[in-house]
């Protein structure tokens, strides 16, 4: 065991109360290194400075590591060692200690809701889980997967996916093109009731929760009470939706006989680290998979802390806990973890276990192997980036391969509300928290130079934003010579800049008389290419809100009676002219600083233009 630890600390620990609470360690520096809770703080902290300790499977190497660098340690007394249990958990996410396993913090992963306090809620995708009157769904490990899942919710269900504010049984505007493509009920025209649409809504939910068999027996119940009605045009829909979900269900594979809900999770030593598999199983059919890394360093021997703070965090925001969880290693602390669950799930029981043969255990082993495949698939596409990164520093007579490459472009409408687009990717990958936009400002309309250099004077006037090893601008000649002068203006005249133009995806080098024409299959080419497209699409969607808001602006300021003011909050609320056409006089008047009489001008204006 490590044995340069403070004797200081050694003593505190060995003053510590006998009672429950959550201890702290902490370095040197005052940083919270590690957060863990006990039944007795006294006995659990005193454990880590006993010189004659032999390790454990507690004990890991990470937390042998974690000793040394003890310096201080703080203590919190709670009444029950479930208390602990949960505060353990808020002070881990408050501090992000760096030897506490953990997950991404919660904002991290999408979630899809219905706002159930609106007469015609609306499925939306959130990574902000807030209080009561909101259904979740998830979280889901993938942007991608969110994607899919609303994808094929607006071609089953026709859910309304318009943000104005409706009324049961009021007419609000004209319909969307949705209602024309039968993707949605139009709400907005008051004629479909708060009750039907909600039979609607709860057909969404029974989907996402994975009950489809339910879901069709229902449906066709629903159809069937419709057709007996005479309403035979919503008999008609229910039947299409019917025979599309059935589509879907006969995708689905069953995985065991007892058709039963339930949870697979395995904890997967990899080359480096861990990964958590999941597959959620529903009424006995396997819905998915979902991988799920932590941030923190993990070995193998640590799979029961990492099983333990991965349901922790998994159903601390899950909107659905299944009755049984089937996993590869039993969790920590697994008592407290499944009175914590059963409470969560309304004090329904809940099981943890490790199968030992069957239809489960193959589950758990199918599961392990799907892991095992992304990893590979993943570090594939690393060593590919990387392979790519290394030929763009050999072409390009880099010192290194490029961690950080900027690519740079500038979009506009026939000369109007140009816009530049600033993209980041590091070790060859996008960083889109990091991507920047500029409206420019002083360069004349079409002078697509100058506006690249007010671009990039701006950009290099930060400081404060990291330096990129490459730059890389949209275009040719004229494009990298606008780019170096504005390089040497901001005193970066070293650093690598390169471009390329679209049409022949030619490579224009500085100093170079004659572009580089590299093969097409080339990883650098390749490299480069999604990074200039990266940048091209992103100052393109800019471009293409300025000009929206600009044709409102426009708009408005032939309308007596709206002054900046008020323009300014009509342009925050609905965007654009196209979105104001479609709204109703309510609609304009809830708008702030808005009165009725001004709704009702601008609504005319409206009519008539």
């Avoid at 500038?410 to 070790?427: C, K, N, P, R, Y």
Wanted: net charge positive.
């Amino acid at each position: 065991m490590v044995e340069n630890f403070s004797e200081q600390v050694a003593d505190r620990a060995a003053a510590l109360p006998q009672e429950p609470g959550v201890y702290l360690f902490k370095d040197q520096n005052g940083e919270v290194i590690y957060v863990g809770k006990a039944l007795s703080l006294r006995q659990r902290v005193r454990s880590y400075f006993q010189k004659s300790m032999t390790p454990s499977p507690r004990f890991s190497r990470r937390l042998q590591v974690l000793v040394a660098k003890i310096a201080a340690l703080d203590f919190i007394v709670t009444d029950t060692e479930e208390e602990a249990f949960i505060l353990e958990a808020n002070l881990i996410k408050t501090h992000v200690p760096r030897y506490n396993i953990q997950f991404k913090d919660d904002k991290h992963y999408p979630y899809l809701r219905l706002n159930l306090q609106e007469p015609f809620p609306r499925l939306e995708v959130t990574r902000k889980v807030e209080g009561k009157g909101f259904k979740y769904f998830g979280p889901f490990s993938r942007a991608g997967a969110v994607k899919e899942t609303v994808r094929s919710i607006k071609k089953l269900f026709p859910l309304r996916s318009c943000r104005r504010p409706l009324q049961a049984g009021a007419a609000q505007g004209r319909p969307c093109l949705n209602f024309q493509i039968k993707r949605c009920l139009a709400p907005c025209q008051g004629n479909v009731s708060a009750q039907e649409y909600a039979l609607l809504v709860e057909q969404v939910v029974l989907f996402l929760e994975g009950r489809q068999e339910h879901l069709l027996k229902k449906m066709e119940k629903e159809m069937q009470a419709a057709a007996d009605d005479l309403q035979f045009e919503k008999a008609a829909r229910l039947r299409d939706q019917l025979l599309s979900l059935q589509k879907v269900t006969e995708q689905q594979k069953a995985v065991t006989t007892d058709r039963q809900d339930r949870d697979i999770i395995a904890v997967v030593e990899l080359p480096r680290g861990v990964s958590v598999g999941l597959f959620k199983v529903r009424d006995g059919k396997l819905l998915g998979v979902d991988n799920f890394t932590p941030v923190t360093a993990a070995t193998a021997e640590d799979a029961g802390e990492v099983m333990k703070e991965f349901l922790r965090h998994y159903y601390g925001r899950a909107a659905f806990i299944p009755g049984e969880l089937l996993v590869s290693h039993l969790p920590a602390e697994k008592e407290l973890l499944l009175s914590w669950l059963q409470k969560k799930r309304n004090n329904k029981k809940v099981k943890i276990r490790v199968p030992q043969r069957g239809e489960k255990k193959a589950l758990l082993e199918l599961l392990k192997k799907n892991v095992l495949l992304q990893a590979e698939e993943k570090q594939g596409q690393c060593r590919q980036r990387e392979a790519a990164l290394q030929e763009l520093a050999r072409v390009l007579s880099l010192p290194a391969p490029p961690a950080r490459i900027e690519g740079y472009d500038i979009s506009h409408l026939a000369g109007q509300e140009t816009a530049g687009a600033m993209v980041v990717f590091l070790q060859g990958q996008a960083v889109k928290d990091e991507y920047r936009r500029f409206k420019i400002r002083t360069a004349a309309p079409g002078d697509d130079y100058a506006a690249l250099t007010e671009m990039l004077q701006r950009r290099f006037s930060r400081g404060d934003w990291p330096r990129p090893a490459l730059v890389l601008v949209d275009g040719g000649r004229g494009q990298l010579s606008a780019a170096r002068s504005a390089l040497q203006a901001a005193g970066q005249g070293t650093l690598p800049v390169v471009a390329l133009a679209e049409k022949e995806e030619q490579l224009y080098l500085p100093g170079k008389k004659e572009p580089l024409n590299l093969p097409a299959v080339h990883p650098a080419l390749q490299l480069l290419q999604r990074v200039r497209d990266e940048a091209h699409r992103f100052a393109l969607s800019f471009s293409r809100g300025l000009q929206l808001k600009s044709s409102l602006a426009s708009f408005l300021e032939t309308v007596p009676g709206i002054g900046p003011v008020r323009r300014k909050a009509l342009l925050q609320h609905f965007g654009g002219l196209e979105a104001l056409r479609q709204a109703s006089r309510e609609e304009i008047a809830a708008v702030p600083g808005i009165s009725s009489t001004v709704a009702a001008q601008l609504y005319i204006k409206l009519q008539q233009n």
